[in-house]
């Protein structure tokens, strides 16, 4: 450890305080770190969302349901490698509704070897460009107690 | 949660605990923004480098060789993945032109005798304002560890610190 005086001691917690004040961490991102351990490494206590719809709406686009509830995702192929995955989540389902304080909500996909992550806006849409092909899974984390994760599958 | 030993809550979080998890991003979480803000980073790049590191850190928690050194992990980790976003994005914003300086924190700083402060820390050569916004975050890291953050030689930190914290105080004389 690199000895410091008192005096630079306090000169270092003024800088602190200082950056703290005029390029703070923004609350997203801490949200944001608070959620990279569940997402990746979920207990038990999350509640599970089946599949529940998979139509075929074009050689480009699938349209898939999780629920129960609402998790809608439009799955779009955005070149050889990859998709785009838009969706939204509805609040008025039983199985998210209590996880969805819109201002805090994000929408997590996870591939082998990666993740990615969405806010979830307004209206409750979210949108994962540039994901890459093969499984994945959603995972939608909010402000309040409930979370929910699809199981895994293949775009 | 606040007292207990960085190792320990490593350990606590390799095993699912989420508050212990979350008491890592509360101390640390301040420190992976300055890396990569001080990498010249936009705030939404910085965002995205945040998002890597510490999903990174949860992907790894098993794995890391010394965790009681965590705040140095991820300092290195910052600056790495920093690194590799500004190679991608090949611009760079320098902090002075980021949104400071400016709203209701004007009030605040000048409370605080922070705009002095500021000035002082915007004038200086970037290596300085990264190495003392590494200490004011991490003030535990050996010279070692300072020299990966910042990606310096070992045997030029102590020299650079000492040489930056007299500038940051001559400077703070004049403008009084």
């Known amino acids: 450890m690199i000895e410091f005086s008192v005096a630079e001691r306090e000169l270092l917690a003024r800088i602190a305080g200082v950056f703290a004040v005029l390029d703070p961490l923004p609350d997203a991102v801490r949200r944001a770190a608070e959620d990279a351990a569940l997402v990746l490494r979920p207990t038990r206590t999350w509640r599970r969302l089946e599949l529940v719809r998979d139509n075929v709406m074009s050689a480009r686009e699938r349209s ?35 996880l969805v304080d819109r201002s805090a909500a994000a929408v997590w996909v996870r591939w082998p070897g990666g993740a990615g ?39 | 949660m606040s007292e207990t030993p960085t190792a320990e809550l490593v350990r606590l979080a390799e095993q699912r605990d989420q508050p212990a998890w979350t008491e890592l991003v509360r101390r640390f979480a301040a420190l992976v923004w300055s890396v990569a803000r001080e990498n010249g980073l936009s705030a939404a790049d910085a965002a995205d480098v945040c998002q890597a590191v510490w999903l990174t850190l949860a992907q790894n928690l098993g794995r890391l060789r010394e965790p009681d050194r ?9 600056r790495r993945e920093s690194i590799r976003v500004s190679a991608c994005r090949r611009r760079e914003v320098p902090l002075a032109e980021d949104g400071v300086c400016a709203g209701p924190e004007d ?6 005798n922070g705009r002095e402060l500021w ?19 991490a003030p535990e890291l050996s010279y070692a560890q300072t020299a990966r953050a910042l990606g310096i030689g070992i045997g030029s930190v102590g020299k650079t610190r000492g040489r930056c914290l007299s500038v940051l105080r001559r400077r703070l004389a004049v403008a009084r």
């Open chain 2, 107 to 112: 009030a605040v700083l000048a409370a605080a």
């Open chain 2, 119 to 137: 000035r002082a820390l915007a004038g200086m050569p970037d290596q300085c304002r990264q190495l003392l916004r590494l200490f004011a975050y």
């Open chain 1, 117 to 155: 992550r969405a806010l979830v806006g307004a209206g409750g849409e979210f949108d994962l460009a540039e994901v890459p092909s093969g499984p994945v899974c959603l995972a939608v984390t909010g402000k309040s107690a409930g979370m929910a994760l699809t199981p895994w599958f293949v775009c």
């Open chain 2, 70 to 78: 965590l705040a140095a992990w991820l300092a290195t980790t910052a």
């Open chain 1, 64 to 98: 898939l349901g999780f629920g129960p509830g609402g998790l809608d995702v439009l799955v779009r192929r955005a070149g050889r490698d990859a998709v785009a995955l838009r969706g939204s989540v509805q609040s008025a389902a039983p199985a998210v509704r209590r």
